[in-house]
């Protein structure tokens, strides 16, 4: 298998694409950017990256931020946890080791958010570890490089593509190799439209020797999607609104910030709902009046419609539990607060309401 790395070191020294965490090993670089690389395009990444590494340089800048920062400046880029995690991890890294990023599997294996793959991606790519790396493109390229007809992401095909992942490192240069094995997948090796003819792995590849690349590995089984209809409400008391900031402990989007919003019950109208919906969450009580917009937006096999009201403080007190904390801002202050991408598309329209809309 050593014929693997002899092949694929040198198309990536020539082709890989050349990226902001790519300039150094300095291993809190590579493990931003792995953090964010997950579930997410290197497209998306790039310009979040450099935001993110101009205003926490080390990660001692980052254990010291606040957490609300973080959030910031991760907001668009969704999977919130990952944040809060590497901003956790960053805490506990610089109290255990003030000098220095460890070489060492075990401490980080430790940290909140680090699981294999991150663990094999940083000590690879910072320290030349020899450790390997799974994810969706070197799944796929190992998949097809070995002919493997079960399914690399389930049960025993699970163990076998971590296998596998270890058995082509070389020794030297562990971390270009799984680099190089991501950068093949994301480039050549695409999931419906290989392009074999330009693979430096072709003659070693028993997907390519068998004409096995459609059905290796199988495609992903569809995720059932279900609808769901939500409303939220901006509840105004003069020229200010109502903002919440879910808990630590919510389902998502924890300590993110938003205006209430919940599914709307069988039989309820949109009216009805926001009265119930601000009432339940937050204790206030609100008469709802016009619609201001309609959000469709997806998370994970949900697909959301969320229609948004405006609504009229009648009376009531914000209490704590759905929310953490609520508070009253002009719509000039919402750009200040972490939200994730649906709430921001109605935090711009309050921001910058459409000529001759009058929000409140
Ligand atoms: S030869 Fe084709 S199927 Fe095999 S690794 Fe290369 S691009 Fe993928």
């Known amino acids: 298998m050593s014929q693997l790395a002899d092949r694929l070191l040198p198309w990536f020294d020539a082709h890989h694409r050349p990226l902001p965490w790519r300039d150094s090993r300095d291993p809190y670089r590579v493990w931003v950017s792995e953090v964010m690389l997950q579930q997410t395009t290197v497209a998306a990444v790039v310009p979040y990256f450099t ?47 003030p000098a220095a990023l460890p070489d060492d599997p075990a401490v980080w294996a430790d940290l909140p958010g680090v699981g294999r793959y991150i663990l094999g991606a940083v000590l690879s790519q910072a320290f030349d570890r020899k450790l390997p790396i799974v994810e969706a493109n070197s799944l796929r390229v190992l998949a097809r490089v070995f002919g493997y007809r079960g399914d690399p992401r389930e049960g025993a095909g699970k163990a076998w593509v971590w296998e596998a992942a270890e058995s ?33 792995l072709a003659d070693v590849c028993v997907a390519n020797r068998d004409g096995l690349q459609v059905v290796v590995p199988p495609p992903k089984k569809a995720k059932e999607i279900v609808a769901v209809r939500e409303v939220g409400v901006v509840v105004w008391d003069g020229p200010k609104l109502l903002l919440c900031r879910r808990p630590p402990d919510a389902a998502r989007w924890q300590n993110m910030w938003e205006v209430p919003h919940a599914e709307v019950g069988e039989g309820e109208s949109d009216e009805e709902a926001a009265a119930r919906i601000v009432r ?46 609520a508070k009253w801002v002009t719509p000039a202050e919402l750009t200040g607060f972490p939200v994730s991408a649906p709430q921001r598309k109605l935090m711009t329209l309050l921001t910058h309401p459409p000529k001759q809309r009058k929000l409140f």
């Open 280 to 325: 339940e969450l937050t204790g206030v009580t609100a008469v709802a009046g016009e619609e201001l917009t309609t959000i469709r937006h997806g998370v994970t096999r949900y697909a959301i419609t969320l229609t948004v009201l405006a609504a009229t403080r009648a009376g009531g007190r914000f209490r704590r539990g759905f929310y953490a904390e």
């Open 168 to 200: 082509v490192l070389p020794d030297r240069r562990a971390g270009d190799f799984n680099q190089a094995l991501m950068e093949l997948g994301a480039l050549v090796c695409s999931p419906t439209k290989p392009r074999c003819g330009g693979c430096p």
């Open 51 to 97: 935001r993110f590494l101009a205003a926490f340089p080390d990660v001692h800048a980052l254990a010291a931020a606040d957490e609300q920062q973080v959030l910031k400046l991760w907001e668009g880029l969704g999977y919130y946890r990952r944040a809060r995690h590497l901003h956790a991890a960053a805490k506990a890294l610089v109290a255990s080791h």
